[in-house]
T-cell receptor
Framework: GAGVSQSPSNKVTEKGKDVELRCDPI?????LYWYRQSLGQGLEFLIY????????KSGLPSDRFSAERTGGSVSTLTIQRTQQEDSAVYLC?????????????FGQGTRLTVV | AQSVTQLGSHVSVSEGALVLLRCNYS??????LFWYVQYPNQGLQLLLK??????LVKGINGFEAEFKKSETSFHLTKPSAHMSDAAEYFC?????????????FGQGTTLQVKP
């Protein structure tokens, strides 16, 4: 596709349920990032993929959060046993490489509401 | 560790007036600095970036920013505000020796443009 695509755009889930958020990066982009945007915390880095491996997952807030990337393309962020504090907008970004002067392109995000 | 501080969570200007959004950074090595804009219910869009080539950086939509090492600042300006500039603006930094390209964001500044 022309840009980074995220699905679903909105997700409402009950506390304790698991959710999966999907990111389709721009074709050919080897670097992929997940960020979380919430009212109290602003924009936070979660995890970075280079190809299918995740050399930096330092931003994942707890072991309930995990992510994978397959085929060097699609990535899935999974949150197990969701809690109300997980409510946020989850943004995915991709770039041609991880170097500092490479522009990161962002998707429109998935708004997660845990009730 | 690198960080970014945006002074003023909300800025209000009249249409046609100067826009000034402030950003200060802390980094022990030369940083790479970015300004992103987020329109309602959309992802982030890159306005401009500083990667040490020139201290005055021109971006899209008439915005520019000047890197001032002595002041550790990277303020965003636009000579004349337009109604369509109303959005949230984020300053971000990548550590100069980063090998991941992950962005560290400021808390954001909401720009209101009054007619």
């Amino acid at each position: 596709g022309a840009g980074v695509s995220q699905s679903p755009s909105n997700k409402v889930t009950e506390k304790g349920k698991d959710v999966e958020l999907r990111c389709d990066p721009i074709s050919g982009h080897t670097a992929l990032y997940w960020y979380r945007q919430s009212l109290g915390q602003g924009l936070e880095f979660l995890i970075y993929f280079q190809g299918n491996s995740a050399p930096d997952k330092s931003g994942l807030p707890s072991d309930r959060f995990s992510a994978e990337r397959t085929g060097g393309s699609v990535s899935t962020l999974t949150i197990q046993r969701t809690q109300q504090e997980d409510s946020a907008v989850y943004l995915c970004a991709s770039s041609l490489s991880h170097t500092e002067n490479t522009e990161a392109f962002f998707g429109q995000g998935t708004r997660l509401t845990v009730v | 560790a690198q960080s970014v501080t945006q002074l003023g969570s909300h800025v209000s200007v009249s249409e046609g007036a100067l826009v000034l959004l402030r950003c200060n950074y802390s980094s022990s090595v030369p940083p790479y600095l970015f300004w992103y804009v987020q329109y309602p219910n959309q992802g982030l869009q890159l306005l401009l970036k500083y990667t040490s080539a020139a201290t005055l950086v021109k971006g899209i939509n008439g915005f520019e920013a000047e890197f001032k090492k002595s002041e550790t600042s990277f303020h965003l300006t636009k000579p004349s505000a337009h109604m369509s500039d109303a959005a949230e603006y984020f300053c971000a930094v990548i550590h100069g020796s980063s090998n991941t390209g992950k962005l560290i964001f400021g808390q954001g500044t909401t720009l209101q443009v009054k007619p």
